[in-house]
């Protein structure tokens, strides 16, 4: 059955791929994004330029923040709102605490709100590995306590969560949760780590590596994170956070090593201290998302960084030399 979704942050990274896959199986997207200037617009633009040619897709430009904007959408009559959209990175979030307390606790609750005035049962929320912290205990399990989040960031996702679970408890909507793990591949983000590392090493210029290379991270491909996705919101039911990772962590320097090897060039490394913010790793615990979901992460990081050069090369590279 057709159905009619809202999606915030839809011009984005998680956003875009989303929109398409939702259109592909017949669905209605209408993507929310204010084309935060966190990077280049154009950058958005291009991220969605296949998805306005499409009937099923309009793109409202709007912050989550705006009520009156948010309520006109859902008054139009939507099946589930997938609440991708926030102010993303936890560096950042340490330079502007208050403004991403604003825009990720605050534009969720106005979400939220509408979704309960229009009667919107179904509500997917994007969370993130971050509200894990330095958890000891590994691979991160959704059971684990997650009241340590060492970055403004990480706690304006926890408090997200929480946000979500009392809307659950008091108008019955049916929320899901997904910890999203470290996402790459095709559009990703140009401010982290596998984008920023493939353009500097393309350019022969050093890249800057934190810490002695045995930070590790459980990156997660594109397609697997949206097949987990597409998942979540086809069995959106009840109260449920999921893990949504690769759950086979790669240390640093793992990565540069991999990196060097699908673009054919060698890295120049310059060592820098670790960021305060930054967890020493993240490591999903998949088996709820496997049993309850069936989602089943299939590229390695080996071929995930294949398919990000070969799009890099296409794209970014060319959209440099042109400008």
């Not at 997207?29 to 040619?53: H, M, Q, V």
């Amino acid at each position: 059955m057709s159905k009619k979704f809202l999606v915030t942050g839809a011009a984005g990274f998680i956003g875009s791929h989303l929109c398409e896959r939702l259109i592909a199986e017949g669905h209605t997207a209408i993507g929310l994004d204010n084309f935060d200037p966190f990077y280049d617009r154009k950058i958005k633009e291009s991220n969605i330029k296949t998805l306005i040619k499409s009937d099923k897709f309009k793109v409202v430009e709007g912050d989550i923040r705006d009520a009156a904007c948010v309520n006109s959408i859902c008054k139009i009559g939507i099946d589930a709102i997938i609440h991708l959209a926030a102010k993303a990175g936890v560096r950042p979030s340490i330079a502007d605490p208050l403004g991403y307390a604003d825009c990720n606790i605050n534009g969720t609750m106005v979400l939220l709100e509408a979704a309960k005035k229009c009667g919107i049962k179904k509500f997917i929320f994007a969370s993130s590995s971050s509200v894990y912290g330095n958890n000891k205990k590994v691979p991160f399990s959704e059971t684990d306590n997650v009241d340590y989040p060492i970055s403004p960031y990480a706690a304006t996702k926890k408090a997200g969560e929480l946000i979500c679970h009392t809307y659950h408890h008091l108008y019955k909507t049916d929320i899901t949760c997904l910890r999203y793990f470290t996402v790459y591949g095709p559009r990703q983000r140009p401010d982290l780590a596998i984008h920023k590392f493939a353009k500097l090493i393309e350019q022969g210029k050093p890249i800057p590596v934190f810490g002695d290379g045995s930070m590790m991270r459980d990156f997660t491909y594109i397609d697997d994170i949206i097949d987990g996705t597409v998942a979540a919101i086809n069995k959106c039911e009840g109260y449920e956070i999921y893990n949504l990772g690769e759950s086979r962590p790669v240390r640093l320097d793992k990565l540069v090593e991999e990196i060097e090897k699908a673009l054919g060039k060698k890295a120049i490394i310059e060592r820098r201290p670790v960021p305060p913010g930054d967890v020493k790793q993240t490591y999903a615990d998949i088996s709820n998302g496997m049993s309850k979901l069936g989602y089943n992460p299939k590229t390695d990081i080996s071929k995930g960084l294949q398919y990000f050069v070969e799009w890099f090369r296409k794209t970014v590279k060319v959209e440099n030399e042109c400008s």
